[in-house]
C-alpha cells in the first residue's frame, strides 16, 4: 500500500452505511414506523420497489435485508451489490471497487493504474496419463506408502486418513524433454458425469529443504474449467451422495475429514470435492445437476477469495434449482421477478396468491422485530432466541407454501451450509496443524509436570 493510502478501517471508521446506500440509490423510507431507520428504492414512477428494502442497524454501521436475513457493513455491500456503484466495470476486483468508491465517498483522489498487458498462452498439448508414470498407495503394502511420507508428514495428515482416500491419490512422474524427471502428489480430476476418465491433476510437490513451501498447480493441459478432484471413502457416487463436501484443495479435504470422521462415522459416505482454486461454473453446475438432493456443505476458506467462491456456488445453487421448475403461465410473473443467481423466496411478493402474502407478511413482521432486539442490547438472550425461533418457524411455513406454489420438490430446493475452520485458521489444514501443535504443547507441559515428581520419588528410595 502507498503512503497516504486510506486502509479499511479508515472507511469504516469515517463513513456509515447511509452514505453507500444513497449512493447506491436508495432513499430513507420515511412512512416506515420502524425503531430504525429503512432505505428502499423506487421505480421510474418514484414508487417504492417491494422486497428491496434495508434495515439499519448499529448506530449506521450496518444494515439487514429481510429476506436475506443477512447484515452488511460498507465494505460487504460494495461487494456484494457492485453493479449500484458508478465505478463498477466487468472484470474490476471487489477489492479496487471497494477503495474507488469509499474514496469517492470522502473526497480522496485515487492514482491510475497502469494497464499490463497479458501475453497469450502457448497451446498446450491436452492432458494424457500415459505421459507419467504412477506409484499407487497400496494399504495392504508398507513399502508402497513410504514414498507418500514426506508430501504428507508436514501437512499432519495420517495414515488412517491416506488409507481412507488411497483410491483417489499416487505419485505421478513427469519426464521433459530435456532428460529431467520430478515427481507430485497427484490428485486425479474427473469430469462429474464420466469419473471413469482422468482429464488432469491436481499436484502437490515436496516441501522444500528451507521450509518455504511447496510446488502446487495442475498438471499441463488439465481439463481446469470442468475437471474436479471427486472422492469418497466409501465409494458413494454423487447422484447417491446424501452431502458433498466442497473445498480447494484435495489436502483441506483430507484434513477436514481427520478432524471430523471420528465424532461423525457418516462421513465416509459423504463425497469430498476439491476445485483446485478458483471453482468455475462449469464445475460447479457439473456437480450439482447431478447432485441436487444432496445437502451442499461449502468449505471454503475464509479468506477474501473464499468468501467470493462460497457466494458464487450458492448462486450456481439457485439456478439449478430454479431450472427444475415447469414455468406455468400463474408461476411467470413472479419467477421473472427473481433476479438471476438469486434465491426464490427473492421475488415480488405481490406477484403471489394472497396466501402466500400473508404468510410472508408475517415472517417479515417476526423478522423485523428480532432484529430490532438483537440490535437493541435491551433484550434478554432467552427473548431474543424466542423471538428468532418464531421467526424461523413462520419462514418455513412461508418457504413450505412457495415450494408448493412453484411444485418445486422438496429435495431438489436448496440445501446448504456454510463450514469454516476454527479462527484464525484460514483453511482446514491450517487448523489440523494447529491443533496438533496444540497438543504437543500440552503433552510437553504435562512430561516437564511430572519429571519433578518422579525425580523425587527417587531420592526416597534405598
Same mark, same amino acid.
Given at each position: 500500500?502507498?503512503?497516504g493510502? #486510506? ?8 463513513? &456509515? =452505511?447511509q ?9 430513507l423510507?420515511?412512512?416506515d414506523?420502524?425503531r ?6 423506487l421505480?421510474?414512477? %418514484? ?17 439487514f ?21 458508478a $465505478?463498477?466495470?466487468?472484470? /474490476?476486483?471487489?477489492?479496487? #471497487? ?19 498487458i ?6 498446450v ?23 507418500f ?29 530435456d532428460?529431467?524427471k520430478?515427481?507430485?502428489l ?6 462429474p ?6 482429464? %488432469? ?15 502446487k498447480?495442475?498438471a499441463e ?8 478432484? =471427486?472422492?469418497?471413502p @466409501? ?5 447417491? @451422495? ?20 471420528? &465424532? ?6 459423504? /463425497?469430498f470435492?476439491?476445485t483446485?482454486?478458483n471453482p ?18 461449502i468449505?471454503?476458506d475464509?479468506?477474501?477469495?473464499? =468468501? ?10 439457485y439456478?439449478?434449482?430454479?431450472s ?20 426464490l423466496?427473492? %421475488? ?6 394472497? @396466501? ?27 427473548d ?8 424461523? %418457524? ?7 407454501? #412457495?415450494?408448493?406454489? #412453484? ?17 484464525p ?5 491450517e487448523?489440523?496443524? @494447529?491443533?496438533?501443535k496444540?497438543? $504437543? ?11 519433578? $515428581? $518422579? ?8
Open positions: 500500500m502507498r503512503e493510502e #486510506l486502509t479499511y478501517d479508515d472507511f469504516l471508521r469515517r463513513l &456509515n =452505511i452514505d453507500v446506500l444513497i449512493d447506491a440509490g436508495y432513499h423510507n420515511r412512512r414506523g420502524l430504525y431507520p429503512s432505505y428502499v428504492r421505480d421510474s414512477e %418514484g414508487r417504492r420497489i417491494r422486497n428491496d428494502k434495508f434495515i439499519v442497524t448499529q448506530q449506521g454501521k450496518c444494515c435485508k429481510p429476506q436475506q436475513q443477512k447484515s452488511y457493513n460498507i465494505i460487504s455491500f460494495i461487494k456484494e451489490h457492485p453493479h449500484f456503484f $465505478e463498477y466495470r466487468a472484470g /474490476v476486483s471487489s477489492d479496487r #471497487l471497494v477503495n474507488l468508491v469509499c474514496n469517492r465517498l470522502l473526497n480522496q483522489p485515487v492514482a491510475d493504474r497502469d494497464t499490463r497479458i501475453q497469450p498462452k502457448r497451446e498439448k491436452p492432458f494424457d496419463m500415459a505421459d507419467y508414470d504412477i506409484h499407487q498407495f497400496n494399504p495392504q503394502d508398507r513399502a508402497t506408502q513410504k514414498k511420507y514426506p508430501f504428507f508428514k508436514h501437512r499432519g495428515i495420517d495414515l488412517y486418513t491416506q488409507y481412507a482416500f488411497h483410491r483417489n491419490f499416487c505419485l505421478a512422474t513427469k519426464h521433459r524433454e532428460g529431467m520430478y515427481t507430485n497427484a490428485f486425479p480430476l474427473t469430469v458425469k464420466d469419473t471413469g476418465q482422468v482429464v %488432469g491433476l491436481e499436484e502437490r510437490g515436496r516441501p522444500r529443504m528451507d521450509g518455504s513451501g511447496s510446488y498447480g495442475k493441459g488439465s481439463n481446469s474449467s470442468q475437471g474436479l478432484w =471427486i472422492a469418497s @466409501a465409494k458413494t457416487t454423487l447422484t447417491e @451422495a446424501k452431502h458433498i463436501y466442497w473445498f480447494e484443495s484435495a489436502y483441506d479435504a483430507m484434513a477436514y475429514y481427520q478432524l471430523h470422521q471420528a &465424532n461423525d462415522k457418516d462421513l465416509r459416505k459423504a /463425497v470435492i476439491s483446485g482454486g468455475t461454473v462449469e464445475q460447479m453446475r457439473g456437480v450439482l445437476t447431478l447432485s441436487l438432493p444432496a445437502k451442499q456443505h468449505c471454503f475464509t479468506d477474501l477469495a473464499g =468468501i467470493e467462491f462460497a457466494k458464487n456456488l450458492q448462486q450456481e445453487m439456478r439449478v434449482v430454479r427444475t421448475i415447469e414455468e406455468t403461465p400463474e408461476r411467470k410473473p413472479y419467477l421473472d421477478s427473481v433476479t438471476d443467481g438469486k434465491n423466496d427473492e %421475488g415480488d411478493i405481490d406477484l403471489l396468491p394472497d @396466501a402466500l402474502r400473508s404468510s410472508y407478511g408475517k415472517y417479515e413482521s417476526a423478522w423485523e422485530e428480532a432484529m430490532s432486539m438483537r440490535s437493541s442490547g435491551l433484550c434478554h438472550p432467552d431474543i432466541r424466542e423471538q428468532t425461533d418464531i421467526m424461523n %418457524g413462520n419462514y418455513k411455513e412461508f418457504r413450505e407454501g #412457495l415450494r408448493e406454489f #412453484l411444485g418445486l420438490d422438496r429435495e431438489n430446493d436448496t440445501s446448504f451450509v456454510r463450514e469454516q475452520p476454527t479462527y485458521s484460514k483453511d482446514w489444514n487448523q489440523l496443524l @494447529a491443533e496438533q496444540q497438543e $504437543e504443547t500440552v503433552d510437553e507441559t504435562q512430561a516437564r509436570e511430572q519429571s519433578p $515428581e $518422579e525425580e523425587q520419588q527417587t531420592h526416597f528410595r534405598r
